[in-house]
């Protein structure tokens, strides 16, 4: 479960100014649910993520992981709630060139100080459950646009997290592989029960969600229907 209560942001801008974020944001995604997040460029759509995914203490308001609260803790415990809580899949695959894909899970693995054989099982079964087992040994150049974004989800899984948060995770893809990352993402949602934010532009894909929420200004509006 993920709820952000009354949650503002504000970063400095310019001589004295401020530019306010987020705005007095309630929300709360319960597991298994898959929200999509829609609104205008600078809206505050990766902000949102990034303070749901402590990346990036709020000025006012409360997060709870769980039953966590992540604005209150310390950077130590931010950052294990990071590698085991949350996980976050970013718009471009931040992938290492030089791993296989394999080993880019498990590198997720050893930063969390996980044994390698453990290691090994964990990051295979990410992989099945994203579709790439025939992949694990390719590096990034040797996948397509939509292989690589499978495998950057599949990493993310690998904490085995309860919060899941995918800013424009079909940007870089075409059309039918952009449907199938949403639908994955919907299933893994369920499968996993996660808690899953998912921003997106692309309002085709929007019905994929269980439901949708728009920011404007900072501002959270929730739909009726999706
Ligand atoms: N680190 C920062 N410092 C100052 N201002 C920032 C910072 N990050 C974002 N902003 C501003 O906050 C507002 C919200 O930005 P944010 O990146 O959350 O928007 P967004 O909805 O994700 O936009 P896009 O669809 O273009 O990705 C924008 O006005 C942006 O310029
Ligand atoms: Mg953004």
Request: proline residues 5%; charged residues 20%.
């Amino acid at each position: 479960m993920l709820n952000l209560s009354r949650v503002t942001l504000t970063y400095p801008d310019g001589e004295n100014g401020t530019l306010t974020a987020l705005d007095s944001v309630d929300l709360s995604v319960p597991a298994g649910q898959m929200l999509a997040l829609v609104g205008p460029s600078g809206s505050g759509k990766s902000s949102l993520l990034a303070v749901a995914g402590a990346l990036i203490t709020p000025t006012a308001g409360t997060v709870h992981v769980g039953r966590t609260e992540i604005t209150g803790a310390s950077r130590a415990e931010r950052a294990r709630l990071r590698l085991e809580h949350i996980g976050v899949v970013f718009q471009q695959p931040q992938l290492m060139p030089s791993l296989t894909a394999l080993e880019q899970l498990q590198l997720v693995g050893v930063l969390r100080g996980s044994r390698p054989r453990t290691l090994r099982d964990a990051a295979r079964e990410a992989l099945a459950a994203v579709g790439m087992s025939a992949a694990a040994a390719r590096r990034p150049h040797q996948l397509s646009g939509g292989q690589r974004q499978r495998v950057n989800i599949a990493r993310a899984l690998m904490g085995t997290p309860s919060v899941l948060l995918v800013d424009e995770p079909t940007s870089a893809l075409d059309h039918q592989r952009s449907g199938e990352v949403m639908d994955l993402l919907r299933d893994l949602t369920r499968s996993r029960s996660m808690a899953t934010v998912v921003v997106t532009h692309d309002l085709e894909f929007v019905p994929v969600a269980d439901r949708v929420v728009t920011l404007r200004d900072g501002r959270l509006a929730e739909h009726a229907t999706v």
